[in-house]
């Protein structure tokens, strides 16, 4: 609702950027500059205070330089950096999706989209060096003016107030030194109004509490068994607040229970996946596990216990263990063997190069959708969870391997609360209990004999 993967990566790596510039160099010399401003007009007075006075009608025109640069640049920087946020997005999306953009020819669309916005940011940029330009132009014309004033003037004094050459000279330079210091400030000022609007952006999502967090507060049971209920449960996506998913949903899960759900596209069964590992909170109504209501428990702790597994299996840009060490920590070789034998990917882990150290590519893309649904399986047996969440876990299988995973997956199951989202008959015929789903309601529920 709020952002993008691409618009967090591309904030990451450019406003910290800007923020360290602001940070770092650009404070010495701002300091440097203002140093210089004072200094010179103190030395500007104690030689000659009405020379001074006249000389400080420079620096209303300086600021004002100084202002609208400061102005112009802070507003163009945020067009700026917004278009180079929108252009990190399609950069991500389409390098994260090449086998798709490839597959459509959509490379020149990819491209163009990703000009279109750089087109934004190189105009921006270009009224940005117009600006800076103008501004420093003017500046040096108010130095060059000052200059003249001062010798005008001076010459006046020098006749009438038996003021020296010398002190005008002295007063002349530091006021003009200090004048052009000030106005010499505006690059640093433009820097800071950048870092200014990076940082409020960061800062803003360092600082945003999120409705649900994992913390360490919250109950842990200490025999925990595994009951599922949900009672009367209304619940919608937060970015479809209208469409409700869930209206008066009410089902139970006893404790070492199969549970199969079946039903089309869009009744409610990856939702109730969603509502169990706590990824959203119902609008109304309560998700309990062994009877106590799931806000209430610590959400670490039960989502250490609730082993997934997707349709779509993630695996991540490293190799097969440390994927399959995101389900325990630390494994031993002999659990880690015992839960890839289990999961039917032995066969195909001993053949790779590297076996367990083999990488497996960005996203997985070393290896075959059933190999990765293996790898995503035997992280899930490797959790020892006490629910077992099965979304079609078994969809990129082939015949055999589905046959060989579903008799591994009969031995995991056993004391275990299990629920499996299925549409193949051999998926749910194991089952204890068929739940039918339409529309969030279950409209019909079967027992399976045993």
Known sequence: METSTGEVIERISSDTVLIQDAMGEKVGKFLQLISTFLSGFIISFTRGWILTLVMMSCIPPAVAAAAILSYFVSKLSDSSQTAYVEAGKVLDQTVGSIKTVVSFTGEKNAIDKYEEFLKISYRATVHQGVIRGIALGSLW??????????????????????????????????????????????????????????????????????????????????????????????????????????????????????MALVGESGSGKSSLFSLLERFYDPQSGEVLLDGINLKQLNLSWVRQRVGLVSQEPILFTTTIRENLEYGKKGASQEEIRSAIVLANAASFVDMLPNGLDTLVGEHGAQLSGGQKQRIAIARAILKDPSILLFDEATSALDAESEHVVQDALENIMVNRTTVIIAHRLSTVKNADIISVLNRGQVVEQDHMPS
């Open 141 to 258: 014309l108010i130095a060059f003016w000052s200059y003249g004033l001062a010798i005008w003037y001076g010459a006046t004094l020098v006749i009438e107030k038996g003021y020296t050459g010398g002190y005008v000279i002295n007063v002349m330079m530091a006021s003009v030194a200090a004048s052009v210091s000030l106005g010499q400030v505006s690059p640093c000022l433009s820097a800071f109004a950048s870092a200014q609007i990076a940082a409020s952006k960061m800062f803003a999502t360092i600082d945003r509490k999120p409705a649900i967090k994992s913390t360490d507060d919250g109950l842990e049971l200490e025999n925990f068994l595994g009951n599922i209920e949900l009672k009367d449960v209304h619940f919608s996506y937060p970015a479809s607040p209208d469409k409700l998913i869930f209206k008066d949903f009410s089902i139970c899960i006893p404790s070492g229970t199969k």
